[in-house]
């Protein structure tokens, strides 16, 4: 909450109730709390209803009569007959197995289980096929077995080290042929043994039996399969044979985990989906052993509402809303003891209670008129909704998501239910804290102070929704422009697909249509230019772009799919990864170098591995030890040019070393790479440069010049090459991918190493290719004077056709190859020459390059057309020897500067064409 609305907030909430303060224990709230008690003709409790709206009257006189009872029929009698008012949405309005599955209190967290159907095996010997084509194609190539009753049958599934009656997959593709698949893993967990391993098995045991989320019977069942080089599946058919005593009925999930048999216990499986079919007691609302952290959070938010509400809309039957009410008080029933703040109106906190109470919000539109509602389960729902408001009123979180979330939501209960006293309180607080809070939310620069392209697009997704909202309920949002300047951010971060570079928390989402909303909610062509793929709107004026505050900068050669991207970030805040100075990239329509992701927020090892080491990001690691990405660090400079970007950034995040990274994009299709680290600690270091790889790069290492390559089926791939191949130890490591949450891939990715004292560099192309990988490219390092490469480095490129030359320090006249030099940067081959602050390049003694003073930035290209182009900052046409720059360009028809044709004057070779 700002600082500066939590006195009002304050002030309403005592105003708004006589008896304000919230239960010292967790208790339910009484019906005397709720309607209010009348004696001697005053309220001695205050009612936390406003009798003066209209209808409750019937209300009012039946409390003051001391008949609650009666009240609660009232008040139901009410809410059945009020006009219908703007609810809000569901977080999900479908949600695999919920109609189905919920009723029984069997629920799954997240995505990476989804349930297909139930399979039925025995009484004896029985072979049953599945269609799994949905699965697959959603990007599922394994499969889950749970028990679906709580029964003492167990069933036994032939496993892939059975001789016969295997699981078997068949995939019809689009061109017809078939192929037929055995799993490469499948294995079985048994709770009672959490510590043995069954990958060996010739039977797979699924059972479950008992009371509670599961108990020592219970056993679950993995597969999975290699789907490697399998493109348009048409049709998937999961085919498993298996024994039971008598029928069991088997519940069939896709799965996107990988795993391996070998090692696969109960104990070290994250697990995310539990039954509590036939429990009397439901689910519990809380923890089950074993589980995903999240599970506690999600599963309180009803995410199934919004499916089982819509159901009863949709087709009348009562037994969804009986499911959804019986939910409802159950939850109720069980989470007021678990809060001693606002019992299950606060249960479990912050961002999950405002997430249940929109979705009930919701749902309540729909059941309020069931028949199945009875008087004393409305009361009990709208006792709970009000505790939830008065929770979100006065919570305050660190986290800007969480935040906003909450706001949004109490806004929404205040419009819907104008009869609660607190109503007009929440609307002040909320209005005013939405419209604040994106200046807490943000940096100066317009950054997003959470450090995850994922949240920020839900983040403003809901802006997006709650800024229309409140203007059709006439309330009035402020912060229109820092709400653009944040789209803009996304809009920055976004790879040139459309899609986000999933760094932080965070997985690789189509951010367009949040884009296109944004756009068109505030008047943005440049926003909805890019939201539409360029269908609409106008082309972003600006490519490259540095966050200084936020610590990102993001080069850009242009905004179509097939445009190259590069992002390089120092950032901190929640959800950040240890990750500074970390580069993803994309070119050619693919990310090429992506963030690995996140699986899920467990203690898996993969999880863990994703989310808190620097190992799995492409940046250098110290010491074999993660970043503190709250240190000292950020994006020195972003230096700008049509033809190229300059960027420099530091970091002191690991505590052996300061590295810095200097990146060269080269919007032609190159970028270099160029490392420096300097202990801070003496003594000998370990320095790990990491490149990371989607699960299907197929990555291979080249004996001699240890050049890394990706093999992609298809599409664009990615040469890496060192400079100091025999000075480096390189090799492919054993990694995960995760591109989405809850799914999680094996991967390589190349490692190079340096163990010395002292400062030392790396210096690595990053080769992009529209279709095979070019390993043809070479790179030779070539001595600086007596510099040592952590002073000034220079790079001879495929065999002297090109060089690279970078100054780490103060810039000094210099001579490498062939090459003389008076700048900070040069990069030069038969096509172009790129320098930054310097003032003259010659090879072989003769002028390429030669400038009255030192120019900020200059690319010149040299077309086959005659046409030279010169681009650079605050240059202007000129072509007075005196002040031009002479440029060699002896077969010079046309020049165009910074876009614009100019005149140029000759003398020999050299032509004058810019000042």
Request: aromatic share 8%; charged share 20%; proline share 2%.
């Given at each position: 909450m700002s600082p500066s609305l939590r006195p009002l907030a304050v002030l309403m909430l005592v105003a708004a109730f006589l008896v304000p303060s919230s239960p010292a224990v967790a208790a339910a709230l009484s019906d005397a709390g709720f309607f209010g008690r009348w004696s001697a003709g005053a309220w001695t409790v205050g009612p936390r209803l406003d009798y003066a709206y209209a209808g409750l009257k019937p209300v009012e006189n039946a409390v003051k009569a001391g008949n609650y009872a009666l009240a609660k029929q009232r008040l139901l009698d009410h809410y059945r007959a009020r006009p219908a008012i703007e609810a809000g949405g569901f977080s999900h309005t479908t949600w695999p197995g919920a109609l189905e599955l919920t009723t029984d209190h069997i629920w799954t967290l997240g995505s990476g289980e989804v349930y297909v159907k139930t399979l039925t095996f025995g009484p004896g010997e029985t072979t049953v096929t599945a269609d799994v084509t949905s699965s697959i194609n959603s990007g599922k190539p394994g499969f889950f077995l749970m028990s679906r009753y709580k029964d003492a049958v167990i069933a036994l599934i032939n496993s892939r080290s059975k001789g016969s009656g295997k699981p078997a997959l068949r995939l019809t593709l689009a061109d017809g042929s078939v192929r037929t698949l055995t799993p490469t893993h499948d294995t079985y967990i048994w709770a009672g043994k959490p510590l043995n391993v069954y990958g060996a098995k010739y039977y797979?045991?699924?059972?479950?039996?008992?009371?509670?989320?599961?108990?020592?019977?219970?056993?679950?069942?993995?597969?999975?399969?290699?789907?490697?080089?399998v493109t348009a599946v048409k049709k998937a058919e999961l085919t498993l044979t298996g024994t039971a005593g008598s029928a069991k009925d088997i519940m069939l999930y896709g799965n996107a985990e990988t795993f391996d048999e070998a090692t696969r216990t109960w104990d070290t499986t994250v697990q995310n989906t539990f039954s509590w079919q036939g429990d009397p007691g439901g689910f519990d609302w809380e923890l089950p052993p074993g589980a995903d952290n999240e599970y506690l959070y999600q599963l309180p938010r009803f995410?199934?509402?919004g499916p089982l509400a819509l159901e009863y809309q949709k087709t009348g039957d009562e037994q969804y809303a009986r499911t959804l009410i019986g939910l409802m008080t159950d939850f109720i029933k069980d989470a007021d003891g678990y809060d001693a703040d606002q019992g299950a109106g606060s249960y479990p906190g912050n961002l999950h209670a405002s997430r249940r109470l929109h979705n009930w919000i919701a749902a309540y539109e729909i059941l309020r008129k069931s028949p199945s509602l009875t008087a004393e389960a409305n009361t009990a729902i709208l006792k709970t909704m009000n505790r939830a408001g008065l929770y979100l009123q006065v919570n305050v979180n660190g986290t800007p998501n969480k935040m906003q979330s909450q706001k949004i939501t109490l806004l929404h209960a205040s419009v819907y239910f104008p009869e609660f006293r607190a109503a007009p309180a929440w609307r002040t607080d909320a209005a005013g804290f939405l419209s604040a809070q994106l200046d807490d939310s943000t940096y100066a620069d317009g950054g997003y102070k959470e450090s995850t392209d994922a949240y920020l697009r839900g983040y403003l997704s809901q802006y997006v929704d709650v800024v229309a909202y409140m203007r059709r309920n006439g309330i009035t949002f402020t912060a229109t422009a820092k709400l653009r300047q944040l789209a803009r951010f996304l809009m920055d971060q976004s790879y040139p697909s459309g899609y986000g570079p999933a760094y932080g928390d965070s997985d690789s989402l189509d951010l367009r249509s949040t884009l296109k909303k944004l756009g068109e909610l505030l008047q943005d062509p440049e926003l909805r230019y890019v939201g539409t793929s360029g269908a609409s709107g106008e082309k972003p004026a600006h490519t490259s772009v540095l966050y200084p505050d936020t610590r990102v900068a993001v080069s850009r050669s242009g905004w179509t799919a097939a445009d190259s991207h590069l992002r390089i970030n120092a950032d901190r805040g929640n959800h950040s990864h240890p990750d500074?100075?970390?580069i993803t990239a994309y070119a050619y329509g693919r990310p090429l170098l992506p963030d690995m992701g996140t699986f899920t927020?467990?203690?898996?090892?993969?999880?863990?591995?994703?989310?808190?080491?620097?190992?799995?990001?492409?940046?250098?690691?110290?010491?074999?030890?993660?970043?503190?990405?709250?240190?000292?660090?950020?994006?020195?400079?972003?230096?700008?040019?049509?033809?190229?970007?300059?960027?420099?950034?530091?970091?002191?995040?690991?505590?052996?070393?300061?590295?810095?990274?200097?990146?060269?994009?080269?919007?032609?299709?190159?970028?270099?790479?160029s490392d420096r680290l300097k202990p801070v600690v003496a003594g000998e270091h370990r320095y790990e440069q990491n490149w990371h790889f989607a699960a299907d790069a197929n990555p291979s290492i080249s004996s001699g010049t240890e050049a890394t390559s990706t093999a992609f089926a298809t599409g664009a791939n990615l040469t890496i090459v060192p400079a100091d191949p025999a000075?480096?130890?390189?090799?492919?490591?054993?990694g995960y991918y995760a591109p989405r949450f809850y799914s999680v891939e094996n991967a390589k990715y190349a490692s190079y190493v340096r163990t010395v004292e002292g400062q030392t560099t790396f210096d690595t192309l990053l080769v992009p290719s529209k279709g095979a990988a070019d390993t043809s490219v070479t790179v030779e390092r070539l001595p600086v004077g007596s510099a040592p490469s952590y002073e000034a480095t220079a790079l001879s490129l495929n065999g002297g056709a090109g060089v690279y030359y970078k100054s780490w320090t103060t810039k000094a006249p210099r001579t490498f190859g062939p090459y003389a030099f008076d700048g900070k940067l040069l990069y030069a081959d038969a096509g172009s020459i790129v320098l930054v602050d310097g003032s003259s390049v010659e090879r072989a003694g003769a002028t390429l390059v030669k400038a009255p003073a030192a120019v900020k930035d200059l690319a010149v290209t040299f077309g086959g057309d005659g046409t030279v182009r010169i681009d650079g900052s605050g240059l202007t046409a000129s072509t007075d020897p005196a002040k031009a720059i002479a440029i060699t360009a002896p077969d010079a028809a046309r020049v165009i500067l910074n876009g614009q044709a100019v005149p140029f004057e000759r003398e020999g070779a050299i032509i004058y064409a810019a000042a």
């Open positions: 797979m045991q699924v059972s479950d039996v008992g009371v509670g989320a599961f108990t020592g019977e219970t056993r679950k069942a993995y597969l999975r399969f290699d789907l490697g080089g995410s199934f509402a500074e100075l970390a927020y467990s203690t898996d090892a993969g999880a863990e591995w994703l989310r808190h080491t620097t190992e799995a990001h492409n940046t250098v690691e110290i010491d074999d030890k993660p970043q503190t990405s709250t240190a000292a660090g950020g994006i020195s400079h972003l230096i700008s040019n049509p033809a190229f970007d300059l960027i420099g950034a530091n970091t002191e995040s690991s505590a052996g070393a300061r590295h810095e990274r200097s990146v060269l994009s080269l919007h032609s299709g190159l970028w270099v790479v000075e480096v130890a390189s090799g492919l490591s054993d």
